[in-house]
């Protein structure tokens, strides 16, 4: 089937990974309910979002009972969904090009931030979280400069393809990290490519609702 759903229902939560879904959503004009998992409570592990996302993360994209995990799939689904939209590539090589993207934003930066983030996942003992943090903390550091080399490559304002694309939301999620309290990067003098791209981004008009509605400004 690929015509979009009617009633989408975004799980998330603010400034976390799943503002590129949201805002893929929203520039894609898409009807959708936006439903905060609160952290602060835990409550992606409450036994009611687990029944929603055994992973117990977001973000998470639900259609009735079809539930869609995973950055890089709900990406592409909801740039697929709404063509008019133009979030997808057509050409086949800028597509490759936009999932090359979209799995090294998921699998390369977003896990490497994690060993910052949240190195209690990788090791047990304090000697050893505390080490994983110290090692996360260059390894971001070094994937952050890959980023910049790449934007500062860019022929164009956008990533992927001479239009905005879904990963363009998705790179702007790690930028706004990049200057948060875990990596507390002075990201406009270090990252000064990324942050051009990032000030593209935020100043579209529907990137500046959902950061308003995720009470991000
Ligand atoms: N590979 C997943 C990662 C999702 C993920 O780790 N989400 C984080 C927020 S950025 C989360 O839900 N963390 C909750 C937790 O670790 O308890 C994706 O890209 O969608």
Known sequence: MSAAPTILTLFYEPGSCSLAPHIAL?????????????????EQRSAAYLKINPKGRVPA????DWVLTENPAILQFIAQSYPDAKLWPTDLRTQARCLEWMAWLSSGVHVTYAHVRR????????MGIADVRAKGAVATREIYSDVEKRMAKLTGPWIADDELTVVDGYAYVFWRWGNGPHLAYDMATDFPAWTAHARRISARPAVQRVLAREGLV
């Open 61 to 64: 994209l639900a259609a009735g």
């Open 119 to 126: 190195a209690e996942r990788y090791a047990a003992s304090e």
């Open 26 to 42: 929203e520039e894609a004009g898409a009807a959708f309910t936006p439903k905060r998992v609160d952290f602060k409570s835990s």
